[in-house]
C-alpha cells in the first residue's frame, strides 16, 4: 500500500471492521451534547468509565458503577450512551485520535535516511513507551484482547495499517536490507509494542531500564538490518 492509500483510507480505519461498514443502533451514542452542561456531563462519564475499564477492567464494569463514579443518575448517562460498549468505543477512537500524531511523528522520524537506523529504531521504541506510560491502566485493559468486544476489531485493523507504513519505510532506507518487508515490519512493530507493553507493565522494578532498551534496540536492529 502507497502512502497516498493509506492517507485514504486513514478515516475510515475504525468503523468496527473496514471501510465502506457501519454500527448498529445499539452501538451508536444516542446524542451529541450541545450545551456546557451537557458536555461536562459526557465528560464526567467518559473520565470515570477510563478509569473504572482501566482498574477493574472491562468485563466487570456496568454502567451503574459508570454512572455512580461519574456522580450522574443511570438516567442521564443513558441519554448520551444505550450501553457501556458504546462508552467504550468512543474512548478508545479518542485514545486513538490523540495517539495517531505522537505515532505519525515517530514514523516520519523512522523514514529520515538521514538518521542512523538503529537510532531511528531506538526514538521508534522510545515514542511507543511513552504512548504505554500515559495511561498504563488503560492501555493494559486495551491489551486484553479477551475482555473486549468484537466491535474494536478496527483497533487492530488500525495496527495492520501502521505495519504496512512501516514496510514501506524500510523498503525506502538504504541502511535496511531484508528478504520480505512485509512480514518484516509486522515482526518489528508486535515485537516493540509487546516489549513496550511489558517494560511498563510486568518489567521487574530493579531492572536498568536503559539497558533494557539498549539491547532491545541492538537485538531487533540485527534482525532488520541483517
Partial sequence: MSDEEYRRQESHIFQGTEKGTHRSPSL???????????RLTV???????????????????TTNHIAARAGVSIGSLYQYFPNKETILIRLVEDHLHDVNDQIE?????????????????ENLFR???????EDPDFHRMLGAE???????????????QYAERIAII????????????G??????????EALSRWLVHSAPTDLDRER???EAVTMVAGYVSR
Avoid: M, W
Fill in 146 to 160: 479477551l475482555e473486549l468486544p468484537p466491535v474494536l476489531q478496527g483497533a487492530h485493523y488500525r495496527r495492520g
Fill in 170 to 181: 524500510l523498503r525506502g532506507r538504504p541502511d535496511v536490507h531484508c528478504r520480505d518487508y
Fill in 105 to 121: 511523528a515517530a514514523l516520519t522520524d523512522f523514514a529520515n535516511p538521514a538518521v542512523p537506523f538503529t537510532e531511528a529504531l
Fill in 43 to 61: 465528560e464526567a462519564i467518559l473520565t470515570a468509565a477510563r478509569e473504572l475499564f482501566g482498574k477493574r477492567g472491562y468485563a466487570v464494569v
Fill in 127 to 133: 515514542r511507543s513507551l511513552a504512548l504505554h506510560e
Fill in 28 to 38: 451508536t451514542p444516542r446524542k451529541e451534547p450541545r450545551q456546557e452542561r451537557a
Fill in 212 to 214: 533494557f532498551i539498549r
Fill in 183 to 192: 512480514i518484516t515490519a509486522h515482526i518489528l512493530s508486535q515485537t516493540l
